[in-house]
Each structure stands twice: as C-alpha cells, then as structure tokens.
C-alpha cells in the first residue's frame, strides 16, 4: 500500500525557471523536486489544507531570506543505502557559503569522487541536505542529477544558491 501524499510548491524567488515541489507523506516531508515554473503540476494541494504544508513553506522561505537557517523540517527517509545516508550525513556538515570538491569529500568519506556524485545525485532533501555545495575540482560540477538534457537549466539553481549563501556574511 502507498502512502498518501501531499504536493505544494515553493517559489524560488530568483528567476531560474524552477520552483520547488514539496511532496509530504504523514506531515513529514518525504521529498523535494524541481519542476519548470511554466509547468503545470498535477495534484498540487492548497498549503493551508496540509497538515506541516505552511510551516514547511515557511522553513524554505526563511532560507531564501538568510542561508544560515537551522532547517527544523521533520524528514521522512526514502530507502537509501547505508552510503547514501553516510554522504547526506556529511553533506549536512558543510557550512553555507561554503564549497568542497566531490574529490575533497571522496577522500574524507575514504571513497572515490564518482561514488560522491551518484549519492548526491539520489539526495532526496536538496537544499536542506546542501549537496549543491560540492562541485567538480575544474567548476560548478552538475545538479539534482538531472538528465544532460536539461542540466543547463538545473545548473542554474545551483549557481543561483551558491551566491545567495555568498551573499550573507556571518
């Protein structure tokens, strides 16, 4: 039997063409996608309606305003390997406004870069679990482990988040 579950948006609010989709199973979110803004998406649930959906929103909107948010959001865990949760775990670690090579990181896990890769790859809690503060050792590396197809357009978000974290100085 599946879970029931609740989709609301969030508005990124630098223009990259992408909004942020919420998915929240038993008032705990269970995970985060990027949809094209001019998509629409089917199922979406008005906030207010959803148990969590407001304070969920509110948490991402606080971020928006100040990347120093200690994230407070009740996550519920997909199946991931043991790996997987090992690099969500360090993900958390690096501070905003702050960047580490999938190759830095690779070595501090003792594992290889393209292992990393695909872990951040299947990160179910972009943004709160802040994979997109790894990059490649020459650039931006890639994002939300979209297809090439559309890895330009999800590129940039990560840009778009990397300089809104810069922007703040604590």
């Given at each position: ?28 979110l269970s995970g985060i996608s990027f949809a094209p803004v001019d998509k629409n998406i089917s199922g979406l649930s008005e906030p207010s309606k959803v148990t969590n959906a407001l304070y969920l929103k509110q948490q991402f909107e606080s971020y928006f305003e100040n990347p120093y948010l200690d994230w407070d959001v009740p996550l519920l ?94």
């Amino acid at each position: 039997m599946t879970a029931k579950y609740s989709l609301i948006s969030v508005t990124i609010p630098k223009d990259c063409g992408y909004q942020l989709v919420l998915q929240i199973t038993q008032e705990q979110l269970s995970g985060i996608s990027f949809a094209p803004v001019d998509k629409n998406i089917s199922g979406l649930s008005e906030p207010s309606k959803v148990t969590n959906a407001l304070y969920l929103k509110q948490q991402f909107e606080s971020y928006f305003e100040n990347p120093y948010l200690d994230w407070d959001v009740p996550l519920l865990w997909p199946a991931a390997t043991p790996y997987q949760r090992k690099v969500c775990d360090f993900l958390q670690t690096i501070k905003p406004a702050t960047t580490i090579s999938y190759g830095e990181m690779a070595t501090q896990l003792n594992s290889g870069p393209r292992a990393v890769g695909n872990a951040c790859r299947r990160n179910p809690f972009p943004i709160i679990i802040p994979c997109h503060r790894v990059v490649a050792k020459t650039g931006i590396g890639g994002y939300s482990g979209d297809s090439d197809q559309n890895q330009a357009n999800k590129l940039n978000i990560k840009r778009y988040l990397l300089e809104h974290e810069q922007s703040f100085n604590q």
